[in-house]
């Protein structure tokens, strides 16, 4: 993964901190120059009390991450990071608990995956570092099997050509014979 902050929010001193604050408000105003894709968001604990939890899957839109804070506890700090996919990643450090003896933050993690209305993950790496073009995920160009929406599109006029729905069919009662 690649670091866009210059450092860590939890190795920052009150002045780096500033800095690093900057440096999340430049990366927002370049992400609003970006179509308001929509997204989908994963979000997964990654610290050692908590690591164990089930990953939630959420809708979100770009220019709406802000919004991820009702999920997560922010108390600590933000880093944001690109991963080896091209999707924008949000390391959230939130309060410090304590276990075994030592301390933690309550961390986790926010993978924005952006998606065009066809489905087609978006990877909008090189944009935000270079302000190249947004293009496909390559992730998602090798792939050999087809996407669920894929397959559902394809079969999806099949389907409804060999098993037509009858409406005007009577509705039988529940314990009737079928």
């Not at 860590?8 to 800095?19: L, Y």
């Not at 900057?22 to 989908?40: A, P, R, S, T």
């Not at 949000?90 to 075994?100: H, I």
């Not at 947004?134 to 998602?140: G, H, L, N």
């Amino acid at each position: 993964m690649l670091m866009l902050n210059e450092k860590s929010c939890i190795d920052c001193d009150e002045f780096e901190f500033d800095k690093h604050s900057e440096e999340i408000e430049e990366l927002m105003e370049k992400l609003i120059q970006l179509e308001d894709y929509d997204c989908v968001v994963l979000h997964k604990y990654i610290d050692l009390a908590h690591k164990d939890r089930e990953m939630k899957v959420i809708n979100s839109s770009l220019w709406d991450i802000y919004e991820l804070v009702e999920y997560a506890d922010f108390k600590n700090g933000v880093d944001i990071l690109i991963d080896d996919e091209g999707f924008l990643n949000l390391l959230v450090y939130g309060q410090t608990y304590r276990m075994d003896g030592n301390d933690y933050f309550i961390n986790s993690i926010f993978k924005i995956i952006p998606r065009d209305k066809d489905w087609n993950f978006l990877d909008i790496s090189d944009f935000l570092l270079d302000g190249k073009e947004v293009k496909f995920s390559e992730k998602q160009l090798d792939r050999k099997k087809k996407s669920t929406i894929e397959l559902l599109n394809e079969y999806k006029g099949k389907v409804d050509k060999i098993y037509p729905v009858n409406k005007e069919e009577k509705k039988k009662e529940i314990g009737e014979e079928r």
